[in-house]
């Protein structure tokens, strides 16, 4: 954060103790919120950390347990990610309606037990089932997250928010490589060992214990947030007895919000989804594209593209929220869509060059800036969609947004790479190629879909409005 908004936040805390959300309930203490954020940032981290330990494990892994490389696939993919975007949804409904607090510290202590006990694992079925867990587990995080943040602090400072909270992300996949190699010394140190009660457990197993028991000491210090009140866009009734309480908004009400949204909701996670796709991809074939295009050892590339992905992550997440912000300030409802859609177009030239270079080393001077602009996304999608939806909605939507941003995102990014490099060019020193051909297409579809969002979120914008009015019965 800059000393200019420094300085702003340090202004409001002092000035305007309890600005409030247009009904009368004042926002917690700048301060305070801000510290739950900080909270909230660490325990994605860890899950990053936790979600991504075991691709370092995968020789050892695959000696000890007599597992094949499809095996190991499944580990890495399937068993955590379906489980991952599909129980989200129903977590999400929980979210609308339960305490998120209370989710999320449940969410922290599931995955960090099952991180756990993946090293109490005798076969190979035993880790799947608790990467298994891992993903239901972390699924709980990011759509309670959201939108306990969204109550948090008010629309102005949404973006700048969620977009700090967005680091965690770029910080858990640096650590991932740092904690993980040290944990890995460390195991290899003492070796195989026999514990009690657990029995005969392999050096590689050691690691998941480092990475997964400091994960129930963050879900205890979650548990003592507050939770914060809802606010905002509510279904409110008032009793016989003159009190006026939030309802529950039905399932069906739900969905049927979200179709009259179509437009609006498709277009802007599409938008999402398609650049989140051009970042899975690059970041999946970089280092491989270093070795085979430039002789580079993977170590090498990895320690120098590990440090952009922290470093340019970071500051394009907290940046791109920022601007979403800034942009709304101006008086541009849709602000927020117009960033997001323009980041596709700024990002397409690095994005096109960075893999043409000659040299090594202004390749990667052009990965930093595709990079920074590449994750101006995470803050301000997700800030977007809080600022259409019904607070009651807001989980719910996240958790199917989320679906939508993984399958694309995740599931697609990496794999479009390598299509073309094995069946358009059939050479896989062409892979250059495929880098400067597909992350360009890829942005310019995903920064179409996010222009033509921008009218309907105006439409978006002013239907919630019109429910608002409409639900807030007295």
């Not at 102005?156 to 770029?170: M, N, P």
């Not at 739900?254 to 949204?261: D, E």
């Not at 879909?449 to 807030?472: C, H, Q, T, V």
Request: hydrophobic share 50%; glycine share 10%; proline share 5%.
């Amino acid at each position: 954060m800059s000393e200019i908004e420094v300085a702003s936040e340090v202004e409001d805390v002092l000035h305007h103790p309890r600005a409030d959300d247009g009904q009368g309930l004042p926002y917690p203490n700048r301060a305070y919120a801000w510290y739950v954020v900080a909270v909230f940032v660490l325990a994605y981290t860890f899950s990053f950390i936790d979600r991504q330990i075991l691709s370092l494990l995968v020789e050892p892994m695959k000696r000890d347990l007599h597992i094949s490389d499809t095996q190991i696939s499944l580990l890495l993919g399937i068993a955590f990610a379906v489980f991952y975007v599909f129980m989200g949804l129903p977590i999400g409904r929980l979210v609308d309606r339960r305490n998120r607090i209370g989710i999320i510290a449940i969410g922290v202590f599931c995955w960090s037990m099952m991180t756990a006990l993946s090293g109490t694992a005798k076969t190979y079925w035993h880790l799947f089932a608790y990467r298994m867990g891992v993903g239901v587990g972390e699924a709980a995080l990011t759509p309670a997250a959201y939108s306990a943040i969204s109550d948090y602090f008010p629309p102005k400072r949404l973006g700048l928010a969620l977009g700090v909270y967005g680091i965690g992300v770029y910080i858990g996949a640096g650590l991932a490589l740092v904690i993980g190699a040290m944990a890995i010394g460390w195991a290899t140190h003492f070796g195989d060992m026999d514990l009690p009660i657990i029995g005969h457990v392999f050096s590689w197993q050691l690691v998941f214990f480092v990475v997964g028991l400091p994960g129930i000491l963050i879900a205890l210090w979650v548990a003592t947030l507050r939770e914060p009140v809802r606010r905002g866009h509510m279904r409110r009734e008032t009793g016989l007895d003159g009190v006026t309480r939030d309802v529950a908004v039905p399932f069906g009400e739900v969905m049927g919000y979200l179709r009259a949204n179509a437009v609006t909701f498709l277009c802007m996670e599409l938008c999402f989804a398609l650049l989140a796709m051009m970042a899975y991809g690059t970041a999946a074939w970089v280092p491989t594209f270093f070795v085979r295009t430039y002789g580079w050892s993977i170590g090498h590339i990895g320690q120098l593209y590990g440090l952009i992905i922290v470093v340019f992550g970071t500051l394009g997440v907290v940046s791109g929220g920022a601007l979403g912000d800034y942009v709304c300030s101006k008086g541009y409802r849709n602000g927020r869509i117009m960033v997001m859609a323009a980041t596709g177009l700024v990002t397409m030239p690095f994005a096109i060059a960075s893999p043409l270079m000659s040299d090594p080393y202004m390749a990667l001077a052009l990965i930093a800036p595709a990079t920074f602009f590449a994750t101006f996304t995470t803050g301000i999608g997700p800030s977007a969609l809080m600022e259409m939806m019904p607070n009651q909605m807001r989980g719910f939507s996240s958790a199917v947004g989320g679906l939508i941003v993984n399958l694309i995102g995740l599931g697609l990014g990496p794999t479009a790479v390598a299509l073309v490099t094995d069946y358009v060019f059939h050479d896989e020193q062409a892979l250059r190629y495929s880098l400067a051909i597909v992350p360009p297409v890829v942005l310019a579809l995903g920064a179409l879909f996010g222009f033509i969002a921008m009218r309907p979120y105006l439409k978006s914008l002013d239907y919630l409005n019109a429910w608002s009015e409409k639900n807030e019965k007295s």
